[in-house]
Antibody, heavy 118, light 112 residues
Framework: EVQLQESGPGLVKPSQSLSLTCSVT?????????WNWIRKFPGNKLEWMGY???????NYNPSLKSRISITRDTSKNQFFLQVNSVTTEDTATYYC???????????WGQGVMVTVSS | DVVMTQTPVSLPVSLGGQASISCRSS???????????LHWYLQKPGQSPQLLIY???NRFSGVPDRFSGSGSGTDFTLKISRVEPEDLGDYYC?????????FGGGTKLELK
């Protein structure tokens, strides 16, 4: 069974970088699919942030493009999210998710809550 | 970006009753390939979102036939018949016709 699990610090200071890991089991991230990051803000709004595909190419939401980076470690079957210069507006629950064609997110991690605060 | 507007924000229902959620997009979701990439997700309390309906009206694997999706162009509807306790939660529409992919604001289905 495919499983995804996010990990990372729950508290980040403003102006610093947020770094999260998504560990995938049951499927190789180099085989197929896109591997996404999505976040849910305290007001319940969802935002798709970006993905890395099985070939290693990335695609980012333009609203975040200057601050975001998604990378991977194929030897560990993990992919990563980095958001630079965070503000309190980046406080959210962050999810990693697998998608096929057309943003069909079929497997999700359980989510990790990140608070940006001094 | 395509703005997805969901109504209502909150929807009180009785168990066994019917619920209808509307999702409207700021531009047509018909892709140049003829497909319409409008999907519905449910986030139950304490869980991650789960895919219910893809491309307007196709139920994802394991989704009961009490859930149905319809619509075209810019107007879409999710209907839930014979509401059960496990149907309660936050419903979101998502468009992936246009980049970037965008979600609706959500509809909370709760007990009356």
């Amino acid at each position: 069974e495919v499983q995804l699990q996010e990990s990372g610090p729950g508290l980040v200071k403003p102006s610093q970088s947020l770094s999260l890991t998504c560990s995938v089991t049951g499927y190789s991230i180099t085989s197929s699919y896109r591997w996404n990051w999505i976040r849910k803000f305290p007001g319940n709004k969802l935002e798709w942030m970006g993905y890395i595909n099985s070939a290693g190419s990335t695609n980012y939401n333009p609203s975040l493009k200057s601050r975001i980076s998604i990378t991977r470690d194929t030897s560990k079957n993990q992919f990563f999210l980095q958001v630079n210069s965070v503000t309190t507006e980046d406080t959210a629950t962050y999810y990693c998710a697998r998608s096929g064609v057309g943003a069909l997110f079929d497997y999700w991690g359980q989510g990790v809550m990140v608070t940006v605060s001094s | 970006d395509v703005v997805m507007t969901q109504t209502p924000v909150s929807l009180p229902v009785s168990l066994g009753g019917q619920a209808s959620i509307s999702c409207r997009s700021s531009q047509s979701l018909v892709h140049s390939n003829g497909n319409t990439y409008l999907h519905w997700y449910l986030q139950k309390p304490g869980q991650s979102p789960q895919l219910l309906i893809y491309r307007v009206s196709n139920r994802f694997s394991g989704v009961p036939d009490r859930f149905s999706g319809s619509g075209s162009g810019t107007d879409f509807t999710l209907k839930i018949s014979r509401v059960e306790p496990e149907d309660l939660g936050d419903y979101y529409c998502l468009q992936s016709t246009h980049f970037p992919w965008t979600f609706g604001g959500g509809t909370k289905l709760e007990l009356k």
